[in-house]
């Protein structure tokens, strides 16, 4: 199935959205902000070549690792060995 040109949201809207998701997480850290600039990323590098320029797609698709690689560093919550490492880096202070 053929997704229609009018059915894509505007390039210009999705940037925007990244650009308040970016700046959200630059001052919170939220994972859940993380998520969604990779996946907003993933979905502008695979807009129609006729609706989004190559450059911002490849821009998109070089950024789309950089926050791969953000998600992929940040702490989470289920993370024992996390949770180790913290308790012993307090430890120590102490």
């Known amino acids: 199935m053929r997704v229609e040109d009018d059915e894509w949201p505007d390039v ?8 308040r998701l970016m700046t959200g997480f630059a001052r919170i850290r939220c994972p859940r902000q993380a998520v ?8 502008l590098e695979h807009y129609p070549d006729h609706l989004a320029s190559p ?18 560093e ?11 490492r913290i308790s012993q880096t307090q430890t120590s202070v102490h």
């Open 55 to 72: 450059v911002l797609k490849a821009v998109a698709r070089r950024l789309r690792g950089e926050w791969q690689r953000v998600l992929f």
């Open 12 to 19: 210009h809207a999705l940037l925007g959205s990244l650009l």
């Open 74 to 84: 940040m702490p989470r919550k289920d993370d024992p060995a996390q949770d180790a």
């Open 36 to 43: 969604l600039i990779e996946r907003q990323l993933n979905y």
